[in-house]
């Protein structure tokens, strides 16, 4: 067992990666299986250098605020405002503060300086403009949208005028309440202004989709994308707040399945403009279905890597990682009988694993599912080890 597992393990870079998959896939996404681990950051940042500059990659995305990476993408690629404004204003989730990712950013700045455009690397945060504890305003999304269009196509095709929105749209605090994620009553998803701005965005989108030849012809590379965004954007997040005011059975699940279609709907947009290297959670990219347990009911929905994968087939692959120890967390050696265990027992602080190699050391044997004492961490499930095109195992993570 131990010697199959060997063989199993190589080194994480770009050539070892690309030896795993028949071709390189247009997304080639890395998971993790918790968030805000040092270690595992800054081997991910290793690794995607070293597919940048050897496989071609050209954009990386995190998970964070869609609309508010846009904010490092301008950083990155033109050098617009400072590394720290870029991280405060542009990273959601608290991730910002992670030194790797300021080191990511930091390096994607330079990795541009004195490039072609055509040569730049682009940054995007993938995820919804949803935070844990609410979601956004819709009104950034649409009165870009809006905006974008009133300035390219005659007003008597627009369906409202931007004073319209404003009055539907009113207090943002409205939309943000802390108190509608647990309790749909104090949602506003179902009034009578959130309905007619449902209506309204898509008449946006329609109108976006019918001019495309006018507006392509008219606009830089990066307007064009941007303002598809925004109007993914807005639908997305009024569909959102929509079933945030459901009171019926299975919200809950109704939520994460839709904040992982919009992952998976800009994943799908950004693949089509070149290569994309992409960094969330297992449970977000995994070709399986994701599972959550809360105080009220077991979730399953389909993560966007599953949704993505449906699309792309072997354009999308998948890196799993694994881990051995969170110390700091109490999460300490992995039992023996588990992947984890049997991976921690490999020499090195962490490694690269074929999946298909080591099923074939397990020699048909399902190894012990894992149970973490603490909650933020997700264990790999065994029963995905078949569905992961490779795993990523870091042996120790925390202050040392």
């Known amino acids: 067992m ?5 063989a199993a393990a190589r080194t994480v870079d770009a050539a ?5 998959l028949s071709a390189r896939p247009r997304i080639l996404a890395l998971g993790e299986p918790t968030h805000g681990e040092g270690d595992l950051l800054e081997v991910r940042n290793e690794l995607f250098r ?8 050209r954009t990386i995305a995190i998970e964070s605020d869609c609309l508010k ?16 404004a870029a991280l405060e204003r542009g990273v959601s989730h608290g991730f910002g503060a992670l030194a790797a990712n300021r080191e ?29 504890t609410h979601a956004a305003s819709p009104r950034q999304a649409l009165t870009a949208l809006h905006g974008y269009l009133a300035a390219r196509v005659d ?41 007619q701005l449902r209506l309204l965005a898509d008449d946006l989108v329609a109108l976006l989709d019918t001019q495309t030849p006018h507006l392509v012809a008219t606009s830089t590379p990066e307007d064009w994308h941007r303002a598809r965004l925004y109007g993914r954007t807005a639908t997305g997040l009024l569909r959102y707040h929509h079933r945030m005011a459901d009171p019926a059975p299975g919200r809950l699940t109704r939520l994460c399945a839709l904040r992982d279609a919009m992952m998976a709907a800009n994943l799908l947009a950004l693949a089509e403009r070149g290569p994309v290297l992409v960094y969330a959670h297992n449970s977000h990219l995994q070709r399986d279905m994701s599972t959550m347990r ?7 929905w389909w993560s966007a890597g599953a949704i993505v994968a449906a699309h792309l087939g072997e354009e999308y692959a998948f890196l799993a990682t694994a881990l051995g120890t969170i110390r700091h967390r109490g999460v300490d050696t992995p039992p023996p009988d588990t992947i984890e265990g049997m991976l921690y027992a490999l020499p090195g602080e962490h ?18 599912p894992r149970v973490s004492p603490w909650f933020g961490y997700a264990p790999l499930d065994p029963d995905h080890v078949a569905t992961v095109d490779g795993i990523v195992f870091v042996r120790d993570t925390g202050p040392r």
């Open 2 to 6: 131990h010697n199959g597992t060997i």
């Open 16 to 20: 070892a990666v690309m030896e795993l």
């Open 50 to 57: 070293d597919l940048v500059e050897r496989a071609g990659y």
């Open 69 to 84: 990476g846009l904010v490092v993408d301008d950083h990155v690629t033109s050098g617009t405002g400072t590394l720290d």
């Open 104 to 132: 990511l950013v930091r390096w994607m700045r330079a990795y541009n300086a004195g490039r072609p455009a055509a040569e730049r690397l682009h940054f995007a945060g993938f995820d919804g403009p949803l935070e844990i």
């Open 155 to 195: 007003a008597d095709l627009l369906p409202c005028t931007a004073e319209t929105l404003d009055h539907l749209l009113g207090a943002d605090e409205r939309w943000t309440d802390p108190d509608a994620m647990l309790d749909p009553s104090r949602s506003v998803g179902r009034t009578p202004e959130a309905r």
């Open 294 to 300: 809360t105080w009220e009911e077991s979730l399953r």
């Open 351 to 368: 490694c690269l694993v074929d999946p298909r190699r080591l099923a074939a050391a397990l020699a048909g044997r399902r190894p012990a």
